[in-house]
């Protein structure tokens, strides 16, 4: 991971801690990061060269009106204003594994196809956390090509439930 | 000379053909004696070098013809021969000139005896590799299809309480495998 990302993420934890709401922002940093990652168009706007960075805020700004802190859209305008728009995604991924480690947690990033309650994300980090012998925190990226099922990645630890690694192995093995 | 002998004898007194005077006779015969030995003397030599010089450039006529003759018989049968060798060297010619359209025949026919079974063991391997090929598409076929068909039932069968189970159901696992 490039540098930059790091000073961002470090940054950008400094400022959820001073503003006392770190898993908040950082959970809506996490959502905006991952709407930025799976929408082209989204992230081809705010990676235009072309476009001024006051028009490039102000498309983000649009998004989240009502929708977020204004912690969170202001670290957001200052991460597109700075033309890291398209690094939003890697820049929150990054702020999440600073904010879970600053708990003394480890990020759980999970894939599903429908939205998780919040009965079974305790469950879920419940379960983790028993396996792992550490605190999780459960970070649910809503992914229809998982099909049905889960998958949840640990640093480096794929834990793949899903309906489509299941139907990949048929596939295969035909 | 005979007839300077009748002249002057036709003018003796006599009217006879000797003279009139013996004398005369024997002068005129010691003359002719003379004279005639003379030419004989002297003429001889002359005319028989003559003589000898046209018998021996006949001889060397002669001989050149014959030599010429012999030549030209040489010459003949030279050419005789060299008919002969050109006949030989025709036939030859066309001997070979046929063995080389008999062999290339052979070759011609062997290169498409090879031609035609290298093409035959290609399409034989070109068969069996359709063949694999084939299967194996249809192998594909049929599994994408089978596959297809199986994601269309999943997706059918997965509402909302389905995907709820599924999550529940992965929760339950991941604990039972600590």
């Known amino acids: 991971m490039s540098d930059h990302i790091h000073g961002y993420a470090d940054a950008m934890l400094a400022i959820a801690q001073a503003e006392g709401d770190v898993n908040g922002i950082s959970d809506e940093l996490f959502t905006v990061g991952r709407a930025v990652d799976t929408n082209d168009d989204l992230r081809a706007a705010i990676s235009d060269s072309h476009m001024s960075a006051e028009r490039k805020i102000q498309i983000m700004d649009d998004l989240l009106d009502g929708k977020a802190r204004a912690a969170t859209k202001g670290l957001v305008s200052m991460v597109v204003g700075a033309g890291r728009g398209a690094d939003l995604g890697k820049i929150a991924s990054a702020l999440a594994e600073r904010a879970a480690t600053s708990a003394g947690k480890q990020v759980a990033t999970v894939r599903s196809a429908v939205p998780l309650s919040n009965d079974q994300q305790s469950r879920l980090a419940a379960a983790l956390a028993a396996k792992l012998g550490t605190e999780v925190d459960v970070k649910v990226i809503q992914d229809p090509s998982v099909v049905g099922g889960l998958i949840t990645t640990v640093g480096d630890t794929v834990i793949d439930g899903s309906v489509r690694t299941r139907l990949n192995r048929l596939r295969e093995s035909l | ?178």
Request: aromatic content about 6%; overall charge negative.
């Open chain 2, 1 to 178: 000379m005979l007839a300077s002998l009748t002249v002057l004898a036709s003018e003796a007194p006599n009217g006879k053909f000797l003279p009139g005077d013996i004398k005369e006779f024997w002068w005129g015969s010691l003359a002719f004696l003379i004279v005639f030995g003379l030419l004989i003397w002297k003429l001889s030599p002359v005319i028989k070098e003559a003589l000898n010089k046209g018998q021996a450039a006949a001889v060397a006529d002669t001989t050149a013809a014959e030599q010429a003759f012999t030549d030209s018989r040489i010459k003949i049968a030279d050419a005789t021969a060299k008919l002969g060798d050109a006949n030989a060297e025709s036939d030859k010619i066309v001997s070979d000139a046929q063995q080389t359209a008999q062999q290339l025949r052979v070759d011609s026919a062997n290169r498409t005896q090879q031609l035609v079974d290298e093409m035959w063991a290609k399409a034989q391997i070109d068969v069996e590799s359709m063949k694999v090929q084939v299967g194996a598409d249809i192998q594909a076929e049929v599994a994408a299809q089978a596959i297809g068909a199986a994601e269309q039932v999943v997706h059918a069968s997965l509402d909302d309480a389905s995907q709820s189970a599924l999550i529940d159901d992965y929760i339950i696992r991941l604990g039972v495998s600590l």
